[in-house]
C-alpha cells in the first residue's frame, strides 16, 4: 500500500501522512500494483548477519535495488531471482514484478519486500 497527496497527486511508499512535495495533509490510501523497473541495484557479497543466515556470503552474493514503481514511487527492496554473481545481466530499467518472500515461521515469520523479473526476462 502507498499513500497520494489529494493536493498536488504525489504518490509515497511506504505511506506519509504529510506530503514531502507540498505539505498537504490530506492523503488518501493506493493499492500499488507491484510493478515498476529497476533504477539501480548492487550485488552484496558480504551481508549483514541476517543475510549470512539465509546463506548469502562471497560464493552466493545478492542482489539489492531501488525499484521506480508504476505509480511513479520509488522503494528499495531485494532483487530476486537474477544471478547476482553476474551482475552484467543484470539491467537498469528491465521490467520487474513483486514477490513478497517469506522466512522463518510462527511469531518469527518475517516477509520481505522483493522484486523479480517479468516473464520472459529470466533468460537474459
Ligand atoms: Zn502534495
Known amino acids: 500500500m502507498g499513500s497520494r497527496c489529494k493536493r498536488c497527486g504525489t504518490v509515497f511508499a511506504p505511506p506519509r501522512p504529510i506530503c514531502t512535495k507540498c505539505y498537504g495533509e490530506d492523503a488518501e490510501w493506493i493499492e500499488m500494483k507491484g510493478m515498476g523497473k529497476l533504477s539501480a541495484f548492487t550485488c552484496i557479497a558480504v551481508g549483514p548477519p541476517s543475510m549470512i543466515e539465509e546463506g548469502y556470503d562471497r560464493q552466493n552474493p545478492y542482489c539489492c535495488g531501488v525499484v521506480e514503481l508504476e505509480e511513479g514511487a520509488r522503494v528499495v527492496a531485494r532483487i530476486h ?23 522463518g515461521e510462527g511469531a518469527s515469520l518475517t516477509t520481505i519486500l522483493a522484486f523479480e523479473p517479468t516473464e520472459g526476462q529470466e533468460s537474459v
Do not use: S
Open 81 to 103: 531471482a537474477v544471478d547476482a554473481k553476474r551482475p552484467e545481466t543484470i539491467r537498469i530499467g528491465m521490467p520487474l514484478k513483486v514477490k513478497f518472500l517469506h522466512r
